[in-house]
């Protein structure tokens, strides 16, 4: 019996884009998860016992060069050596772009398979194939690179692909599952989708997903692959790997009459989600939701609620908060008072709706995003429709704020 640990997409050094920028004391969790979680997986498996580690792409995460991100692996890599642990590499197309990949002189018990593709025998009956990206692109499939299967034993394929396609990846070496169940492998260590995903258990077809989640796209739980092969059966396990996980869930507050209800019920929703996160840190997205007596108030102490929540989750404990968005609904109007602001609430809608209010906005959010850098400009407002959406929420928050200061002004 052996056992083999399968991970992709570990992205070394990726920022993860969160609280990090305004919260000194979680900044070093964040900015480090990416190697604390390939620490981790070092750790599983050496406690494990395993006899390879399987990387199917994305070990980098792009252009960026650094020297101290090749020593930390080169210290996590000698830490598998000294263990008898062999490692088996195929560069995805992060990698393929990267330039530490081709200027780190690797230790001879990692494998580093290269674009023309080939086989390399673990033990006597367990043979790894893989193929490598040899750029960023790889609009056509690998598969007619890979070496015949080894008559008689257990062949483990390893290729970084979309597959038929994933919402939010870009498509790499596209092939079908059926492709894969007939090529003759009895497990494809895939990478490249950051979601886990058993595709298939005859033939094995596993997308690890990412070991580390970098944002709030990518919540909930991480993992990689525990293979457990015995007399050529292939067994797996999930292993969880991730260091901070983000969660995010929407809280009805509705039924509060006042601030200690609302307090007592953002601490209470948070202790649950502490509970759900199996990571020693958490990062959450709270959304309050509803249509409150108190709707007005809640929106003109806003940032008050947004520091209480902060405060809240600390007492918790290793729990952190991402965001806390507002979408509540107001309470039915009445129309007996309130006038002079419900007549303002009226005017603001026509206003935004106006072609030269429009025009202003329009200039005034493109010369707030000219300051930023262009990667971080084009993410943000990538198109003319990108645009109008963050400018219709800009004004619709603008006059929400207008509304609770005069709306919100009793208790």
């Avoid at 997205?285 to 108190?294: D, I």
């Amino acid at each position: 019996m052996i056992k083999i640990l399968h991970t992709a997409d570990i992205h070394l050094d990726s920022p993860l884009r969160s609280l990090a920028i305004r919260n000194s004391e979680l900044r070093k969790v964040v900015t480090t998860a990416t190697r604390a979680s390939f620490r981790q997986l070092i750790d599983i498996a050496i406690a494990e016992d395993v006899a390879a580690l399987l990387i199917s792409g994305d070990l980098f995460d792009g252009k960026e060069r650094s020297a101290s991100t090749g020593a930390f692996l080169m210290a996590e890599l000698d830490r598998l050596g000294e263990a008898g642990i062999r490692v088996f590499y195929i560069k995805g197309n992060h990698d393929a772009e990267n330039p530490i990949t081709g200027t780190l002189d690797l230790p001879s018990h990692v494998h580093v398979f290269d674009a023309r593709g080939g086989k390399e025998k673990l033990v006597d009956d367990v043979w790894v194939h893989g193929v490598s990206f040899t750029d960023r692109h790889a609009p056509d499939s690998l598969l007619p690179r890979f070496k015949s299967p080894v008559p008689g034993a257990v062949n483990i394929a390893m290729l970084h692909s979309s597959l038929a396609g994933a919402a939010g990846h870009d498509v790499y070496a596209p092939c079908s599952l059926a492709d894969l169940s007939g090529m003759g492998f009895e497990y494809w260590a895939l990478g490249h989708i950051h979601k886990r995903q058993v595709h298939s258990d005859a033939p094995w077809v596993v997308m690890p997903g990412i070991p580390q989640g970098r944002d709030i796209g990518e919540a909930g739980p991480k993992s990689a692959t525990l293979l457990t092969i015995d007399q050529g059966r292939i067994d797996v396990t999930e292993v969880p790997t991730s260091v901070v996980e983000f969660a995010e869930s929407k809280l009805d507050v509705t039924e509060t009459d006042s601030d200690e209800d609302l307090r007592s019920l953002l601490k209470s929703q948070l202790s649950t989600m502490r509970k759900d996160i199996s990571a020693p840190v958490g990062v959450v997205r709270l959304t309050l939701t509803g249509h409150p007596a108190r709707h007005w108030q809640i929106l003109r102490d806003r940032d008050v609620w947004i520091e209480q929540a902060d405060d809240l989750a600390q007492a918790v404990g290793d729990i952190w908060i991402d965001k806390l968005l507002f979408d509540l609904s107001p309470p039915e109007a009445n129309e007996d008072t309130n006038s002079a602001a419900d007549e303002l609430a009226k005017t603001m809608s026509m206003i935004r709706t106006e072609p030269g209010f429009s025009a202003l906005a329009r200039d005034e959010v493109e010369t707030l995003l000219q300051d930023l850098p262009a990667s971080l400009r084009n993410k943000l407002m990538p198109d003319e429709a990108s645009r109008d959406a963050l400018i219709d929420r800009l004004t619709r928050a603008g006059a929400d704020l207008v509304l609770a200061q005069m709306k919100g002004g009793g208790n």
